[in-house]
């Protein structure tokens, strides 16, 4: 025996306002009376502290609580029963947020998650075990009404550039390149080139990487965290002096959002590292803070 929530929409995917039609698909090899069948939909924002941060923000790890975005039940039958076989229940709701609120788009982070679900319940008489099911679904905000101005970035990597002690060690070398946008849209690509003008030492290779940059917080204070979404090799081995190397990079679906600034308890941010490494293990990276936007 099964239970199954099936969405209309095959990619799952709404936005504030949508009304959210499927089905739950039951089957049985034998029928059984019910004493109702529930519907729950929830959207949750929830918080999480690194280990490194638990200790410094003692107070803050106390009273850390999910942000409710959306929170509401209803019953779909009453009391009745299923039949044999392989059987469908239809639903249908409106999605909105919860009074005070605002829907973020569903994000998938490290110390930041944004989900919805919905969550179904066909409760059995007697000594019956109830039947439960839940799904995820995706929700995305409208795009940005005013799209900001295109903000190209050009840079220029070299020794100097580098902060701390590892500049002892580098040998001279230059990159020149730029991002086209830093102000971008997440169902587009990051676009831009780079050229390594010289080098005194043969170089491994050179990347990007997307990094997320997540923080947390409340009036006991805030913890902010870096960590890497996706890594792309751009050049492999000692390549040629001056030679122009394109950069484009997808934003992968749930785990970016369009940048968060203006919540309460949380910012959900991105940026981007350009990184030269040498065979033996040295690496230079600098980074540049992207704003992703719908």
């Known amino acids: 025996m099964s239970l199954t929530i099936a969405l209309d929409r095959v990619d799952r995917i709404y936005r504030d306002g949508d009304k959210v039609t499927g089905n739950l698909q ?25 280990a490194k941060s638990v200790g410094l923000f003692e107070a803050f790890y106390n009273s850390i609580k999910p942000v409710d975005l959306v929170e509401y039940k209803f019953p779909i039958q009453n009391s009745g029963k299923i039949a044999d076989g392989k059987s469908s229940i239809p639903f249908e709701f409106d999605l909105k947020a919860l009074a005070g ?12 998650n944004v989900v919805y679900t919905i969550k179904a319940q066909i409760l059995r008489k007697y000594l019956g075990k109830n039947l439960q099911s839940s799904l995820e679904f995706i929700v ?15 840079f220029y990597i070299n020794p100097d550039s580098v902060e701390g002690s590892r500049k002892v060690s580098l040998p001279e070398f230059s990159i020149r390149g730029q991002i086209d946008n830093l102000n971008v ?30 923080t947390c917080g409340c009036s006991d ?3 902010k965290e870096a960590t890497e979404i996706q890594n792309i090799q751009l050049v492999d081995g000692d390549i040629p002096r001056g ?3 394109p950069i484009h990079m997808i934003f992968p679906r749930l785990f970016t959002c369009p940048t968060v600034t203006t919540a309460r308890t949380f910012k959900i941010e991105f940026q981007v ?8 293990g040295r690496l230079v990276s600098k980074k540049y803070p992207i704003t992703i936007i719908r």
């Open 26 to 50: 039951v089957n049985v090899s034998s029928g059984f009376a019910h004493s109702g069948i529930l519907l729950e939909i929830s959207g949750q924002v929830t918080l999480q502290l690194s």
């Open 101 to 112: 609120q605002e829907l973020f788009e569903t994000y998938h982070g490290v110390y930041v």
């Open 140 to 154: 995305q905000l409208p795009p940005t009404k005013t799209q900001p101005k295109v903000q190209k970035e050009e």
């Open 185 to 214: 849209k997440i169902d587009k690509a990051l676009t831009g080139s780079l050229i390594l003008e010289k080098c005194e030492e043969p170089i491994k290779c050179i990347e990007i990487q997307l990094v997320r940059v997540e």
């Open 221 to 223: 204070g805030f913890a």
């Open 243 to 245: 030679i122009e190397v």
């Open 273 to 280: 590292n350009i990184v030269l490494m040498f065979p033996d």
